[in-house]
C-alpha cells in the first residue's frame, strides 16, 4: 500500500486501553439488538466509478472550502432513477449528470438532489432512468473544514509569536466523503486527478508530484500528476508554511520529511534518512520497485491516527 504522503505526530501520545463493560441487567438478547449493526448497503453495487477529476479551494479565514468535481465511471446493477454518493456535511449547490454512448453524451434531466445525513448519501434523481453504462457526474458543493482530526481540517502551530495552520487531510477509513462526494468504500479503486487553489505562501503536497503551478493574483492553483489506481482513503494532501530535509533511495526515489517552520530541519533527518533505508528494504525483499515517484513524509502539530 503505497500513497506517497505519509503523516506523524511529533507530539507524545498516550494510548489507553478501555474495556467496556455491560451491565449486569442487561440480558445477552438485549445486548445484541443494541450492538449488532444493521445491514449496510453498499454504493459500489450500483455505480464503479473510475476517475475523480477534483478541484478545491480551501479558505482558511473562514474555515471552510468549495469544490468541484467530475466522477466518471459505470452505472450498474438494476436501471433505476437514481445515482448515488456518499457524502458527509456537504452543501451540494449544483449537479449535472451526463450518459456517454455510441452516439455521444446525453444529458439527463435531473429533477432532485438530496442529501440523506443519516445514511451519508446523496442522491442524485432524474425522471429518466439510468440504465448501466458509462456516465459523467459534475457536482459543485461546500463545506467547512473540521475540528475533529479528520476530513479536511486545520493543524495549528504558533511561529514568531503568529498563530498558522497547516491544512491537511485524514480520510482512513471513511472520511473522504467530507471533503467530496464519492464511492467512499475500500473496493471502488479509481484514479485521482487533483487540483488545489491556494495561498502562495503554502507548500502544497499530496500523493502523486506537482505536475503544473499557475499564479493567479493572491493564489497558485496546484495540479497534481494523475494518482495510481486506489481507494478514495488513500488520497491526501496538505498545504501549509513547511521546510523539508530530503534522502535517495537507491533506486533514484526522493524522500523528503517535512515539517512546520518551527520545527528545526535537524529535528527531521533521523526520520528520512530511516524512511530511505525501509524503501530499500522493501524494494530488495520484494523484488518489486516503491510505485511512486517520490515519498513525503510529514510532521503534524494534530494527528489523530495510528498505522
Not at 451519508?120 to 453504462?133: K, T
Not at 496546484?222 to 523539508?244: D, I, N, R
Request: contains cysteine; aromatic residues 12%.
Amino acid at each position: 500500500m503505497c500513497i506517497g504522503l505519509m503523516y506523524f505526530t511529533y507530539t507524545t501520545s498516550v494510548i489507553q486501553i478501555v474495556r467496556v463493560r455491560c451491565e449486569r441487567q442487561i440480558t445477552q438478547k438485549s445486548y445484541i439488538l443494541l450492538f449488532m449493526p444493521k445491514s449496510v448497503r453498499h454504493l459500489y453495487q450500483q455505480f464503479h466509478p473510475e476517475r475523480y477529476n477534483l478541484h478545491l479551494l480551501p479558505k482558511r479565514e473562514t474555515s471552510s472550502f468549495s469544490g468541484t468535481i467530475q466522477i466518471i465511471g459505470k452505472k450498474v446493477g438494476r436501471p433505476a432513477k437514481r445515482i448515488v454518493f456518499h457524502q458527509h456535511g456537504l452543501i451540494v449547490t449544483n449537479a449535472r449528470v451526463y450518459h456517454t454512448g455510441k452516439k455521444g453524451e446525453t444529458e439527463y434531466i435531473l429533477t432532485r438532489i438530496y442529501c440523506h445525513r443519516g445514511l451519508d448519501e446523496l442522491r442524485i434523481h432524474s425522471g429518466q432512468i439510468f440504465y448501466p453504462g458509462t456516465y459523467r457526474v459534475e457536482l459543485t458543493f461546500d463545506a467547512p473544514l473540521t475540528d475533529t482530526m479528520h476530513g479536511m481540517y486545520q493543524s495549528y502551530f504558533t511561529y514568531e509569536n503568529t498563530r498558522k495552520s497547516i491544512i491537511v487531510t485524514q480520510f482512513e477509513s471513511h472520511h473522504a466523503r467530507e471533503v467530496f462526494p464519492c464511492i467512499d468504500e475500500p473496493e471502488a479503486k479509481a484514479v485521482y486527478n487533483l487540483t488545489l487553489t491556494h495561498d502562495k505562501r503554502d507548500v502544497a503536497l499530496a500523493n502523486t508530484p506537482i505536475k503544473t503551478q499557475t499564479n493567479i493574483g493572491d493564489v497558485i492553483v496546484t495540479v497534481f500528476e494523475e494518482s495510481p489506481k486506489m481507494s478514495s482513503y488513500l488520497l491526501a494532501f496538505a498545504l501549509g508554511e513547511l521546510h523539508c530535509v530530503q534522502a535517495e533511495t537507491k533506486s533514484g526515489i526522493i524522500v523528503k520529511s517535512w515539517s512546520s517552520l518551527v520545527q528545526p530541519l535537524s529535528h527531521l533527518e533521523y526520520s528520512v534518512k530511516e524512511a530511505a533505508k525501509v524503501l530499500d528494504f522493501f524494494e530488495a525483499y520484494y523484488g518489486y520497485p516503491y510505485p511512486l515517484k517520490k515519498c513525503d513524509q510529514l510532521a503534524l502539530p494534530d494527528f489523530d491516527s495510528g498505522a
